[in-house]
């Protein structure tokens, strides 16, 4: 197994040491972390863990405008180039539990990208208000109306992928930055006739930590579907 997984980080410190150290018990794994320059220290707190693991743990700081999707991309670019055969997204606030990482590569073993699914046998998230998980069933439904995906976890940030398709995606060419990077890299992947397979997960809302999601993000995610579909 070589395996890494790209987290992106904009204050996360106080899940950042716990969720590294959990991946690291995975054999097989290394971690990059990305930063978006984040004001409450995770940056540092990155630099420390790696330099304690300096073989499977490393840092990539970013300056400039800061966002999810352009951090994803350079973290992915960075494990390909360093000849991960796997390369798994996954959140930094605990939503993403690493103990699926196994499953995850598992399925990777006849699929091109392995999506972990709240959504796979009825609805799998915990601690959510009944609000955020009608918004979330209704964005999944909508985007599988407009892009033809058949996926029903969409926006899904933990996944894993094979090298070669992930190599194949044109990450540069790719023109979103929140839930709708995630939309954009799927599609891709489908357009790429990339064999999509979903495993369950039992997604858990952050106790640590605040969220990031902002409204020109869910904005984007309404109208990169129709930019995908319509797209020459
Ligand atoms: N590098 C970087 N990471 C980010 C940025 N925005 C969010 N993230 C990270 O992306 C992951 C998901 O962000 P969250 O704020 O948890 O978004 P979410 O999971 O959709 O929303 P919540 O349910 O509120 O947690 C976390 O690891 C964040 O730290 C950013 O601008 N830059
Ligand atoms: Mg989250």
Not at 164 to 169: D, P, T
Request: glycine letters at 6%.
């Amino acid at each position: 197994m070589n395996a890494t997984v790209v987290v992106a980080t904009y204050n996360e410190r106080d899940n950042l040491r716990s969720l590294v150290d959990a991946i690291l018990g995975h054999s097989g794994y290394r971690v990059i972390v990305v930063d978006d320059n984040s004001p409450d220290g995770t940056g540092q707190l990155a630099d420390t863990l790696a330099a304690g693991s300096p073989e499977r743990v490393s840092v990539i700081h970013r300056v400039g405008p800061r966002g999810l999707g352009r951090s994803l991309i350079e973290g992915m670019k960075r494990a390909l180039a360093d000849g991960a055969d796997l390369i798994v997204e996954m959140d930094a606030d605990w939503s993403h539990d690493p103990q699926y990482l196994p499953a995850l590569a598992a399925a990777a073993d006849d699929a091109d990208v392995v999506i972990g699914s709240r959504y796979l046998n009825g609805v799998s998230v915990v601690n959510w208000p009944l609000r955020r998980i009608i918004l979330s069933a209704f964005a999944n439904r909508y985007i599988r109306r407009v892009t033809g995906l058949s996926t029903h976890d969409c926006t899904s940030g933990y996944r894993c992928w094979r090298r070669e398709s992930l190599a194949k995606i044109p990450l540069d060419a790719v023109i979103s930055d929140g839930y709708a990077f995630l939309v954009e890299t799927l599609y891709l992947a489908k357009q790429l006739e990339c064999r999509i397979r979903e495993v369950p997960i039992i997604f858990v809302e952050r106790k640590l930590g605040s969220s990031k999601v902002s409204a020109n993000v869910l904005i984007e995610s309404v109208i990169v579907p129709w930019r995908l579909r319509l797209k020459p």
